[in-house]
């Protein structure tokens, strides 16, 4: 490429580059506008109609607790975090592997799968109680818990993907004698990721929700048991600030997923 070209290219990548940043700008700014909107809403709602602090508080009583009882909150987060992350793992690991099973042994998946789903159409709250008096108030019910809130959308999406590989692929495969450890790594796992990553978003926010459960079931720390105590008694602003953790907990999970995604699924 000659000098000239160069230069003629130049104005033409930078416009490239500010038209790239300048769409990045918009998809932040649009949802922090609307959030910061609802929160105006919100505060301006308390004060103008005079709602009692019990009811509803407002969002600047919402951060002062955040200011003023950030140990107990702390104190309380740590718990759920361990506990939704162990669940998150174990049970998407769980249906990973059952999943591969499925794939490679139809007798496997006719005799099991129906299990699965039997387990899935069981309300949490209905299980949640038989956990904790299986394996106590401890941290191993609410892990169990978590795990099992993971486990079913995993197992679904993944055998979905692993068998979603194109006809052709594996009878090319066949053809230049690959082995069946062959097709899974290089066919089978690639053309799953996607599918995979579908379910392990939803189970990020879903586990959160599993641990919470089992702590309203029985325990004495955790985001769960501190929602229980601020509702009865009646301390609004800490139950407001104790469920945005909660939901901050499942968005950072939730985005820790999508980075994930983005550096292992190029394609």
Not at 91 to 99: D, E, K, Q, S
Request: aromatic share 10%.
């Amino acid at each position: 490429m000659s000098v000239s070209e160069t230069l003629a290219n130049e104005p033409a990548q930078k416009k490239g580059l500010s038209d790239q940043s300048r769409a990045r700008l918009i998809n932040i700014a649009i949802p922090l506008g609307t959030a910061i909107t609802l929160l105006l809403i919100w505060q301006l709602g308390v004060r103008v109609f005079e709602v009692p602090t019990y009811i509803a508080p407002a969002p600047t009583d919402v951060l002062q607790v955040f200011r003023s009882d950030f140990g107990l909150l702390m104190q309380n987060f740590w718990p759920t975090f361990f506990e939704s992350l162990a669940g998150f793992f174990i049970g998407n690991m769980t249906a990973v592997l059952i999943a591969v099973a499925f794939v490679h042994s139809r007798l496997v998946e006719r005799a099991f799968f129906p299990i699965a789903v039997f387990i899935n159409t069981i309300p949490i709250l209905a299980i949640a109680p038989i956990l904790v008096l299986i394996f106590g108030p401890g941290m191993t019910a609410k892990v169990v818990i978590a795990a099992l809130i993971c486990f079913f959308p995993t197992l679904v999406n993944m055998v979905r993907g692993l068998q979603s590989v194109s006809p052709q692929a594996l009878e090319l495969a066949r053809i230049l004698s690959a082995s069946k450890s062959e097709i899974f790594w290089k066919i089978r796992l690639p053309s799953s990721l996607p599918f995979l990553f579908s379910a392990l978003k939803i189970a990020a926010t879903t586990c959160v929700i599993g641990a919470i459960v089992g702590e309203w079931i029985g325990a004495n720390v955790g985001l769960g048991a501190l929602i229980i105590e601020a509702t009865f008694n009646f301390r609004s602003p800490l139950l407001y600030a104790t469920v945005f953790l909660s939901s901050g907990l499942s968005v950072l999970l939730f985005a820790s997923v999508t980075i994930a995604e983005k550096l292992i699924v190029r394609w």
